[in-house]
């Protein structure tokens, strides 16, 4: 049964952009996803060289920290765009908010892989790659939400869970190209050219893609039901009406950090666990991040279809609660005997909980978000979690092992993020939706 129907209160108007395929549109509203994700995927996969090329140091602990905590950084910048950007995505209309977003997006691809290094630059190229990964944090805090609000506001009547999961579908698909990128960079570079020049390469690739990116998606139309609404908010009015509803806000980015944390601990920083950590090699790393893109990619549509037929919050109190009980206990497995078998085994089975609950979850919070203001409402929530948690996995991580010399510590951090998850989905119960009870929810 569609949510609309379990929750009449959160049903809205369908419409359709005319003279394209529902395949067309989905593809062209998801390809600045892709390219965000690319970006940060690269950027993840290659901290060590990144941190020895800007952030030189005689500690390769160190170097690796400024390096993540850069990557970090963007985040920050999330819960701005979200507010800045969402209310003009609010405003002014979901197609050119997500040009916007692309454009900005661009700028923080070309400011690390063209920038010159510390050797080159001194002090100013750490400080230019830091300012380009803020700029596109900015675009970030509301790239998802844009994207996940378009498709919902597009969706025909009980698909909106299918539709939806695209969103992150596309991020996957960055994932796998990145890593099959990698792999073959692997393969043909020796490990000394690697660090020095190339891991420039699928930084650069990402910026020859800007191009078609961009033509791709200004071909977008606007959503029927964004056109079909009479009134439409200012700035001030959106953040008067996401602050009256800063309960929903707080428990949307409760959900969303068993998404984040799984997704970054499993894709971003995966290489660079394999690695340094449990001492694989970088393609056998790099592989198994390829096979678990592939393994989000077929989870998110089949779980979002799924969620439409059964409900999201079954999916969510499920894998929630499988995220708490087992992320630490399936670490713990593969530090006792590290193999590559290992890391694809747990790397698959987080994957399996990262594709379930996600699945459920974009749509969810799309639904449980006022209407007028739902792209800057999804967008904080999302950008919170993100920023606090998600984009800080790597370095949470990296510091966990070394702060306790448990290599299995990182599960401990997925486990807090599953029992967050599953605390706002036992707090988001039917009974609060309805007007008042958590504020103005969906009109």
Not at 69 to 95: C, K
Not at 229 to 250: C, K
Not at 338 to 364: D, K
């Amino acid at each position: 049964m569609p949510a609309s129907a379990r929750h009449p209160q959160l049903s809205v108007p369908e419409s359709r952009p005319s003279g394209s395929s529902p395949a067309g549109r989905i593809i062209r509203v998801s390809v600045g996803n892709f390219l965000e994700m690319y970006d940060f995927m690269v950027f993840g996969y290659y901290a060590a060289a990144i941190g020895r090329a800007f952030f030189p140091n005689q500690s390769e602990y160190a170097s690796l920290m400024l390096a993540l905590m850069t990557f970090g950084t963007g985040y920050l910048m999330r819960p701005l765009g979200a507010m800045v950007l969402g209310a003009y995505i609010d405003r002014h209309g979901r197609r050119k908010g997500l040009l916007l977003t692309l454009s900005l997006m661009a700028v923080g691809t070309l400011s690390v892989g063209c920038m010159p290094g510390y050797r080159t630059l001194g002090l100013i190229a750490p400080l230019l790659v830091v300012a380009g990964r803020l700029v596109q944090g900015l675009s970030a805090g509301v790239e998802i939400g844009g994207v996940s609000v378009y498709l919902a506001e597009i969706a025909p009547p009980g698909r909106k869970g299918f539709y939806v999961s695209w969103q992150s579908g596309s991020q996957q698909v960055a994932v796998v190209f990145a890593a099959l990128l990698g792999i073959l960079l692997a393969s043909t570079l020796a490990p000394a050219r690697m660090t020095a020049w190339g891991w420039r390469i699928p930084l650069l690739v990402g910026c020859l893609l800007v191009p078609f990116l961009f033509v791709l998606r200004s071909s977008l139309a606007e959503t029927g039901e964004f056109l079909a609404r009479q009134h439409r908010p200012t700035a001030p009015e959106v953040w008067r009406t996401v602050a009256q509803n800063w309960r929903l806000v707080i428990l949307g980015m409760m959900l969303t950090i068993t998404t984040t944390v799984t997704f970054y601990l499993i894709t971003a920083y995966m290489p660079t666990y394999g690695t340094s950590v449990l001492h694989l090699s970088t393609k056998q790393s790099m592989l198994v991040t390829l096979c678990a893109g592939f393994s989000n990619f077929f989870w998110l549509p089949v779980m979002g279809s799924l969620s439409d037929r059964i409900g999201r919050r079954p999916l969510l109190a499920v894998f929630a609660s499988l995220a708490l009980l087992t992320a630490y206990p399936a670490l713990a497995w593969l530090v006792a005997s590290p193999s590559f078998g290992r890391l694809l085994a747990v790397a698959l089975w987080f994957s399996t909980i990262f594709g379930s609950y996600n699945g459920a979850m974009v749509v969810f919070l799309t639904e449980i978000m006022p209407a007028r203001v739902r792209a800057s409402g999804f967008s904080l929530a999302y950008s919170l979690a993100a920023g606090i948690f998600g984009g800080f996995t790597p370095a949470i991580s990296t510091y966990l092992i070394h702060r306790t010399g448990n290599p299995a510590m990182p599960g401990a951090w997925m486990a807090m993020a599953g029992a967050m998850g599953l605390a706002a989905t036992i707090l988001l119960r039917p009974s609060l939706f309805r007007k008042g009870a958590l504020g103005e929810l969906a009109e």
